[in-house]
């Protein structure tokens, strides 16, 4: 059982960043695998992207790579999401999740849920 928490959302110019954080409760954190989910207005949860365990291999959808770059701090029991050269496109609530089962694509497969943090780019 682990408990997220996202931070880091806000309004920000196409082509800015942003930082997002998902701080993990409880001493779990070094043994899951987490991931970055977002789900825009009218449309289904999306997979962003996704860490290993040992914070050493990551996994994007097309449209973030070269741009977003998840990482894993154990020293602060966080995951994060850098963001840079932000899109209108990107514009949703951003999900933090932990511990897949399965294609860790889908949103079926993760076991917990942070509350989400809104991320607007303005053109």
């Known amino acids: 059982q682990v408990h997220l928490v996202e931070s880091g959302g806000g309004l920000v110019q196409a082509g800015g960043s942003l930082r997002l954080s998902c701080a993990a409760s409880?001493?779990?954190?070094?043994?899951?695998?987490m991931g970055w989910f977002r789900q825009a207005p009218g449309k289904e949860r999306e997979f962003v992207a996704a860490?290993?365990?040992?914070?050493?291999?990551?996994y994007y959808t097309d449209s973030v790579q070269g741009r977003f770059t998840i990482s894993k701090d154990y020293a602060k029991r966080a995951a994060s999401l850098q963001m840079n050269s932000l899109k209108p496109e990107d514009t949703a609530v951003y999900y933090c999740?932990?511990?897949?089962?399965?294609?860790?694509?889908?949103?079926?497969?993760?076991?917990?849920w942070g509350q989400g943090t809104q991320v607007t780019v303005s053109s």
């Open positions: 999740a932990a511990d897949p089962d399965g294609d860790y694509r889908t949103t079926n497969a993760w076991a917990f």
């Open positions: 860490i290993d365990v040992s914070g050493v291999s990551t």
């Open positions: 409880g001493h779990t954190f070094s043994s899951y695998p």
